[in-house]
């Protein structure tokens, strides 16, 4: 398959589409059996220069996704999730190769909790995302969703904190050790989970709260063939009206 062609039939016409509700009236679209040929994008994925972000806090690699699959990718969400997600128009997207890969003790106080991948103070924007995975070993974790046991002020005090104090400091105010959220904590509550399944794509609204579900972290590889590798979307959307 040439992934650089937009218009090569990348997505599968015919396949499996559930929920999972969230709290508050929101809901995770699952979508199974999402490619034609996942293990192509895998092959093809092992081709990619992977690097870590400049700009923003993952956990591990990133690649540019091929351009043909990224440019058909808006047409797939808007048929198959955009209204689910009370969106109505896409006016921006973004997609990528990821990989999970960095040990439990590395971590930044950002990453050892869930989080909200944006949230615009315009009430008529929404940012969406999707997480597409693409290997086999569900141990790898899927993802998981929570909403905050505390008040908006003191959710958002512990996010801001999370990115400007030191390990020490974070663990000292909050009682967190590095590593990967694997659940409830006293901070925030996990309400569902999403496990992984080969070639099986969530979608979401980025703004609620979510984690890689990384219960194994001794799994994770920085091999495109063996990693917890992901296709990921980001979609900024009108809000549907109510």
Not at 192 to 207: E, F, H, Q, T
């Amino acid at each position: 398959m040439n992934w650089d062609d937009g218009n090569a039939l990348f997505f599968n016409p015919a396949p499996t589409i559930s929920t999972v509700p969230l709290p508050g009236g929101f809901e995770v679209v699952v979508i199974d059996d999402v490619l034609l040929d996942p293990a192509g994008l895998v092959e093809r994925a092992r081709q990619s220069n992977f690097q870590r972000p400049r700009y923003f806090f993952y956990p591990g690699l990133i690649a540019e996704a091929p351009a043909g699959l990224t440019a058909r990718f808006a047409d797939y969400f808007a048929q198959r999730a955009r209204t689910r997600l009370q969106a109505r128009r896409t006016l921006s997207h973004d997609v990528r190769l990821s990989m999970v890969t960095t040990p439990p003790s590395q971590l930044d106080p950002r990453q050892w909790q869930c989080h909200r991948d944006e949230v615009s103070r315009d009430p008529s924007i929404m940012f969406a995302a999707s997480v597409l995975y693409l290997f086999r070993d569900p141990a790898l974790g899927g993802t998981s969703f929570y909403v905050p046991r505390q008040s908006e002020e003191a959710t958002d005090r512990i996010v801001n904190d999370s990115a400007s104090l030191s390990p020490e400091e974070f663990t000292a105010r909050y009682g967190l050790a590095s590593g990967y959220m694997n659940g409830s904590n006293p901070y925030f509550e996990c309400v569902a989970r999403v496990p992984a399944a080969w070639n099986r794509m969530i979608l979401y609204d980025a703004g609620f709260f979510h984690s890689g579900d990384i219960g194994r972290p001794d799994l994770l590889t920085s091999d495109p063939a063996t990693a917890r590798l992901t296709l990921n979307g980001f979609f900024t959307c009108r809000r549907r009206a109510q």
